[in-house]
């Protein structure tokens, strides 16, 4: 009975985890902008960032704490990372769990995002 309560345990919180890991990447803006920005009442906060850039490294803070003051509002914070693709596994998600951001990330991977 004991090993199937761990196991039970283990499987909720290895799925767990892969779940709250899950980000959607795009290749170029206009899909990212196509599938997030709506014409509605809401308004968007967008913060483009990147794991290397410490100056945005030190504002994300600033936005989650936003976030919460706002959570009763129509606004919708969007953290678009400007992180390598190839280092979204092993820098941006364990950087965002680290850190506990709840805000709705997305990974611009766009050559031409300047």
Request: charged share 25%.
């Given at each position: 009975m004991k090993g199937r309560i761990l196991f039970s345990l283990f499987l909720i919180f290895f799925?767990?985890?892969?779940?709250?890991?899950?980000i959607k990447s795009y290749e170029n803006f206009d899909d990212l902008a196509k599938?997030?920005?709506?014409?509605?009442?809401?308004?968007?906060?967008?913060?483009?960032?990147?794991?290397?850039?410490?100056?945005c490294v030190k504002e994300l803070p600033f936005f989650e704490a936003f976030k919460q003051k706002v959570?009763?509002?129509?606004?919708?914070?969007?953290?678009?990372?400007?992180?390598?693709?190839?280092?979204?596994?092993?820098?941006?998600?364990?950087?965002?769990?680290?850190?506990?951001?709840?805000s709705e990330t997305l990974v611009l991977t766009d050559k031409d995002y300047k």
């Open positions: 799925f767990s985890g892969l779940h709250a890991q899950s599938d997030n920005f709506k014409n509605n009442d809401t308004t968007y906060v967008i913060n483009f960032w990147a794991t290397w850039c410490k100056p959570s009763d509002e129509k606004i919708k914070i969007i953290l678009v990372s400007l992180d390598f693709k190839n280092q979204v596994e092993s820098h941006l998600l364990p950087f965002l769990k680290k850190n506990k951001y709840s």
